[in-house]
């Protein structure tokens, strides 16, 4: 069954590297071209009407955002790593992991929402369908499963 877990972990992990890497590069590639567009065209009709602190809040919440989606995928690596290299899944740094991806998750929807206010100046509740928020809750109760797990296996392994 450990055989079978290590396989599953990396299998998963190359596909979340692979699932990382390639909208990153294509990201990038459109960011460029979008940046070389947008500057041409600003060039073109002089200054923008838009006021700097709205332009960076836009920025701002870009990167955030961004973030938000980057860190949930290599903390799932790292957590299939981790399972993948040692003897027992339910360890601190795992549970650890695990929350994290669950904060991330509970976040998507908020941001988005600030997002729209400050892009389109109306607050849209129709978006909001809290499928993200509810598994980001799910995946923080099961870091605290994952946590207490690992008080169990301490007290197995100091009773051996």
Known sequence: MKEKCKRIC????????????VPCITSAIAAVTG??????????????????WLITLNLVLAIVSLANMIVPIVTAIRLLLGVRKSDSPFTEQNGKRIGTIGICFMLIEPLGFIYDIVCSGVWNIDNFVGLPFSAGLVMLCVSYIFRYGCELQQESDETI
């Open 35 to 52: 940046f070389k567009a947008g500057w041409n065209e600003a060039a073109a009709e002089g200054p923008t009407n838009e006021p700097f």
């Open 10 to 21: 990396t299998i998963s992990s190359v596909i979340l590297i692979l699932y990382l890497i």
